[in-house]
């Protein structure tokens, strides 16, 4: 478990020193025993730290969850999941990471459990007509989350699908399709309603904030709905934590990744640029940027996240990658053994495309090889990069992949002297949409 997750920063060391990282060790301390003791800013907020070890140990839980999938199993076509933000990335990057690209949402590809869509992330028309177009004549079930209840878009969408669902099943019917994720506090709206219409309920726990929450039921109930094995995703979240219980710099990946990046932007690099070479990895870079600039940027501070999927976008940002502003740091998450079956380039008797010295050479070595030369050229091109690698892709290795994340953005943000579980920011947009909506 010690080498699941490793660092190298070997194309990092001409712009950072081991001295400089050396220095970060008494800070790192302190850190470390905030965030264990829970004694920090927002430590109100960070349930999460042993969350999946409690949960693991007291069963009940993801025993309730499992049932409920079971009987949804073989009798529902579509689970919509309604969230924004925290609410559904990351259930969405768990799945589409262990998923297969073209047959992800075939229900006859899973084994009967549902195909998942997701609804409340955006108020586009366009895409919930296509949506309620597209599942007219199927069989829904509906898992909606929210804390309060009162989230502008996810509350709109459900109340669009209830209406819905009103008209295609009887109460009874309802009660056994619709799953809601919220807080136990009779202030929350969507418990209210839940209680009101009898609906099975999961609760979030009040000291985990939505960006934090993908190992309580917000991503729990997802991931298992679909067909993926929830105990094993928990595990490589415990193990994680107990790796990263090491409060010494040299022995915690997460700690050397937040220095490092701290590092970085204390010489003007505020742009931190998360790249793979992997599509699958696509939503695991989405939930990723919620994570870190939610938490980081405020107070006129913070690294800047940004993503990309290469080689697609060397083709789009490799440009500014290497010759643009020099505000860019950039992680590469490698993916290091590929359980796939060889896929080697054949030989052509013209070649005409020139191909011919690839003959008999995987497919995946060559992706590597892109991704080393990448890496080379953005070092040279004064970015400083590091390689963040994991062993392998599974259920455990994306919990243990998750979990390292979390704890890498509450050392950040603390070591740049912010909250790490606010999101004050937030609330600017919300009070500018509802004057213009003229909410009372």
Known sequence: MNNLITIDWQNAKEFISEAEINAYKPFVKDVHKIIAEKSGQGSDYLGWHDYPEKILENASEITKIEECVNKLKDEVDVLLVVGIGGSYLGARAVIES???????????FRNGYPEIY???QNMSAYYIKDLFDFMRDKKVAVNVISKSGTTTEPAIAFRLILQKMKKNYSDKELKNRIFATTSDSSKSALKNMADDLGLTTFFIPDDIGGRYSVFTPVGLFPICAAGIDISSFLKGAVDMQHVLSNEDLSANVAHLYSVIRNINLSKGKSVELLASFHQRMFY??????QLFGESEGKNKKGIFPSSAIYSTDLHSLGQYMQDGMRILQETFLEIENIKYPSCQIPKAENDLDNLNYLVGKDIDYINAKASQGTQKAHRDGSCPNINLNLKELSVYSVGALLYFFMKAC???????AVNPFNQPGVEFYKKNMFDLLGKP
């Open 98 to 108: 262990l998923s297969h690209h073209f047959y992800n949402n075939k229900k006859d």
């Open 118 to 120: 997701y609804i409340g």
């Open 284 to 289: 695991i870079l989405e939930w990723w940027k």
């Open 410 to 416: 509450a050392s950040s943000g603390y070591l740049n």
